[in-house]
């Protein structure tokens, strides 16, 4: 028999691609800011298809101390192909998430867990004095803006690597592609209770960043996604119907017009480009309806639109912040 993995209060899990000279610093300071906490911990290190000696420095660190560990993507596949790699490893009912290049400051994980402690669900971190060039500054202050317009969660950094979080909450949110830039906007539309915190940011020493203006413009288009997921992902009807619905008013009201052209004056309509987009804007109008009505049938045989969860409060729960959170399904 093997033996039983020990039980896990708090899990912290780091991303690293290419940081063989910032790992044994991190491990050095995450254990310095946990032998404090009083609580069991361990931190997981993804290493995502590094090319340099990661993998040997985490392979090391692990068989001195069991508290770390790592698991090795075979290539790389981005940063939220690790964290959803390394969400399904953890152990902890608790977890933080930080950036391997030390430019998070592990000296603030004990904020984030007071912080969850207190009753949030989700803490994100707000590098209050960003240490990046103006290059990546600028980008992250109109992404973090055009973000809580459009999501209606207002945070100065939806983007930072430190954030702590109930494990559940990572695993209930959808990570692929860019959508790690969009968690506490995923976990707000959830339902789940979402904080910022000012931390402490620190200039990166060594390596170089793995980010460039084409993740703020593959991160543009997921926002597109996260619009859909937050809006309209339990009614799908509305978002494809009321395309539908603005593209046939339109070609109605074209077509309208040019019947009254036809009626009513001796001029040919036949030949008229405002015809074939009429006609088109009808069309694409029945493909939307179509489309949306097709989306729900979808979300009602898998039964996704019925989940709904809940805090449960009864004579058993002396603290109410610590109802238990159950997942049930409306209807049959």
């Known amino acids: 028999m093997t033996e039983a993995a020990p039980e896990v209060e708090v899990s912290l899990l780091a991303p690293a691609k ?27 290190v993804v290493d995502d298809g590094s090319t340099d000696d990661s993998w040997q420095v985490i392979t090391a660190q692990a068989r001195v101390d069991p508290r770390f560990r790592g698991i090795r993507l075979r290539r790389n596949f981005g940063k939220a192909a690790a964290l959803a790699a390394g969400v399904a490893e953890v152990r902890g009912h608790l977890l933080v998430t930080l950036d391997a290049d030390l430019q998070d400051d592990p000296a603030e994980i004990p904020r984030l867990l007071a912080e969850l402690d207190d009753g949030a669900d989700l803490v994100s971190g707000h590098k209050a004095q960003r240490q990046d060039p103006l290059g990546k500054r600028l980008p992250s202050k109109v992404f973090n803006w055009i973000t809580g317009l459009i999501t209606g969660l207002k945070l100065a950094d939806h983007n930072c690597g430190l954030k ?21 906007a ?20 060594h390596g170089k960043s793995n980010y460039g203006l084409e993740r703020y413009v593959r991160g543009a288009l997921d926002l597109l996604t996260v619009v859909a997921l937050t809006r309209y992902g339990r009614r799908p009807a509305h978002l494809f119907g009321g395309l539908g619905l603005l593209s046939g008013t339109i070609g109605t009201l074209i077509l309208l017009y040019l019947s009254g052209v036809w009626l009513f004056t001796d001029q040919s309509i036949g030949t008229r480009p405002l015809l074939t987009l009429g006609i088109l804007l009808e069309i694409f109008a029945v493909q939307m309806i179509s489309v949306g009505l097709l989306a729900e049938l979808v979300l009602h045989r898998t039964g996704r639109d019925r989940d709904v969860d809940v805090l449960v409060a009864d004579h058993t729960s002396r603290d109410p912040r610590a109802q238990s959170n159950v997942n049930f399904r409306l209807g049959k």
């Open 164 to 184: 702590a979080a109930r494990t559940e909450v990572y695993r209930r949110v959808p990570l692929y592609g860019e959508l790690h830039r969009y968690i506490p």
């Open 18 to 44: 290419n940081e063989a000279e910032n790992l044994p610093r991190l491990f050095a300071e995450v254990r310095d800011a946990m032998q404090r906490q009083h609580r069991s911990w361990e931190l997981l």
């Open 186 to 205: 995923l976990a707000h539309q959830l339902g789940y209770r979402v904080r910022e915190l000012a931390v402490h940011h620190r200039p990166r020493v």
